[in-house]
């Protein structure tokens, strides 16, 4: 079992950036792809970013390539994502995830691949 609290979200400007953490417990995250994803309002979940479990592989979304960056630290059992250049429609409930890669599939894409979710932290980008 793995426990995930996001961090790091709030009201900023547009233009500014933001840094989410994701802290897990219950178990290392060494071995688990993970994932941000977000849910603006009226709208489904999507992926943002995802990593590998050794960090080397990564994944954007087209709409925050360029802007944001997945990171991970496994020695601290966390993960990161910094959004830099925040626009209005970044503005989203921020999930962070976990779940099992494998060796022809590094990086994990899709909500249904992963296995455990955080309970979200509020990004709002204001024009």
């Known amino acids: 079992q793995v426990q995930l609290v996001e961090s790091g979200g709030g009201l900023v400007q547009a233009g500014t950036s933001l840094r989410l953490s994701c802290a897990a417990s219950?178990?290392?995250?060494?071995?688990?792809?993970m994932g941000w994803f977000r849910r603006a309002p009226g709208k489904e979940r999507v992926i943002v970013a995802a990593?590998?479990?050794?960090?080397?592989?990564?994944y954007y979304a087209d709409s925050v390539k360029g802007r944001f960056a997945i990171s991970r630290d496994n020695a601290k059992n966390t993960v990161y994502l910094q959004m830099n250049s925040l626009k209005p429609e970044d503005t989203a409930v921020y999930y962070c995830?976990?779940?099992?890669?494998?060796?022809?599939?590094?990086?994990?894409?899709?909500?249904?691949?992963?296995?455990?979710w955080g309970q979200g932290t509020q990004v709002t980008a204001s024009s």
């Open positions: 219950g178990r290392t995250v060494g071995t688990y792809a």
């Open positions: 995830a976990a779940g099992w890669g494998t060796v022809n599939r590094l990086v994990l894409t899709t909500e249904k691949e992963y296995r455990y």
């Open positions: 990593i590998s479990w050794s960090g080397d592989s990564t």
